[in-house]
T-cell receptor, first 112, second 114 residues
Framework: AQSVTQLGSHVSVSEGALVLLRCNYSSSVPPYLFWYVQYPNQGLQLLLKYTSAATLVKGINGFEAEFKKSETSFHLTKPSAHMRDAAEYFCAVSGGGNKLVFGAGTILRVKS | SQTIHQWPATLVQPVGSPLSLECTVEGTSNPNLYWYRQAAGRGLQLLFYSVGIGQISSEVPQNLSASRPQDRQFILSSKKLLLSDSGFYLC?????????????FGDGTRLSIL
């Protein structure tokens, strides 16, 4: 069965600092991986997806993620945090049967 | 382009009352459809998904049911709400036919049970 672990339920960074949100997955088949962002009282918005093409995936809002098979990781990064990046971020892996398996989420706080 | 609509945005209901939340998708055909719930501090819980009209898979036994009367319409219902049904309900769709497909979410319904 597929699963996702997001390390750190809360991450705090200063404005302009590097953002690093960690995601490790477990999958018995080649995984397809996704990152979503959720702003308060809104639905989830797709940031980026890995579907076995390039291992470095660029997404919206300046975010990118690198697929590392040897580490079973798909960490999300952004070189310079903005106040508007404050939100909750979810990593997900394809779970088979048309379903996604989501991590528990990481709340990103950006300090001015 | 494809869009997904959920309504209402917020809902306050008494315990024991019925529930009907509706979700519709535009701009695509034969989508997979999903209902999720987010309870405070508990992440995303998949409740139901559907791969076609009248085809509903339930992930968690509970006080809720789902129906898909039309290709792009997905309804979440309850006959009698419980306090534990409070939460943020999200509808999502994906292109049918592949594990590579991301899901696309609506704006959600905030349900409060009094």
């Amino acid at each position: 069965a597929q699963s996702v672990t997001q390390l750190g339920s809360h991450v705090s960074v200063s404005e302009g600092a590097l953002v690093l949100l960690r995601c490790n997955y477990s999958s018995s088949v080649p995984p397809y991986l996704f990152w979503y962002v959720q702003y308060p009282n809104q639905g989830l918005q797709l940031l980026l997806k890995y579907t076995s093409a390039a291992t470095l995936v660029k997404g919206i809002n300046g975010f990118e993620a690198e697929f590392k098979k040897s580490e079973t990781s798909f960490h999300l990064t952004k070189p310079s945090a903005h106040m508007r990046d404050a939100a909750e971020y979810f990593c997900a892996v394809s779970g088979g049967g048309n379903k996604l398996v989501f991590g528990a989420g990481t709340i990103l706080r950006v300090k001015s | 382009s494809q869009t997904i609509h959920q309504w209402p945005a917020t809902l306050v209901q008494p315990v024991g009352s019925p529930l009907s939340l509706e979700c519709t998708v535009e701009g695509t055909s034969n989508p997979n459809l999903y209902w999720y719930r987010q309870a405070a501090g508990r992440g995303l819980q998949l409740l139901f998904y559907s791969v076609g009209i009248g085809q509903i898979s339930s992930e968690v036994p509970q006080n809720l049911s789902a129906s898909r009367p039309q290709d792009r319409q997905f309804i979440l219902s309850s006959k009698k709400l419980l306090l534990s049904d409070s939460g943020f309900y999200l509808c999502a769709w994906s292109v049918r036919g592949g594990v590579r497909q991301p899901q696309h979410f609506g704006d959600g319904t905030r349900l409060s049970i009094l």
